[in-house]
């Protein structure tokens, strides 16, 4: 069994500074949840990290720097065994996110400069994030999204997407607003889980 110790919270930041409405949550991370993350030994930014409150600008034009930025997303995502990461975890605030999801032959896809352009219904589900590991929440999202961009190339892109890929892609494009799953968890929600005997239970909820 995993320990489950509640999240403390406190002060929300001040609103002028941000670009939407979303109130930042702060979170005091236990000492002993600090140090398990500096064991993990991957590259991802951790919180309270500037860069991950940051909004992220677009990109151009991709280049082989976006290219380059990319591939060292893909690696520190398998890495960390996550399903989706957003440039601003690698500490670079530009408008990339790449996902991938748990299912056997599933493409990588890359959306550059994402934006959300219609959302339907509601889910609600428990979510992680690879910059605030161990710390798990219910999230309201949601249910059925149209996401815009363009690819590696530059080409347009318009995916539609439901359920668990939907929920994905509308944490990932948050991180570009600088906004942390945290911000938007279900009231009384928010725990750590220190992984006990079983490793698998951290694994039980998403990993972006
Ligand atoms: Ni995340």
Redesign the pocket.
Known sequence: MARRTPAQTHDEYPDEEYMTTIPRVELEVPEDIRRRWEERGDPIVKYPAEVLRQTAKPVEKPTAATRELVERMKSAMIVARGV???AP?MGVSERVIIYQLPEEGAPLRVIINPRIISMKGEQVGP??????PMLQGDVRRAHEIVVRGIDMLGRPIKRRACEFEARVIQ??V??LDGI??MDRAEAGTLYWHLPGDSEEEEDAAL??
């Open positions: 989706g990461l957003a975890q979510e992680g994030c690879l910059s605030i944490h990932e948050d991180h942390l799953f990993h972006e």
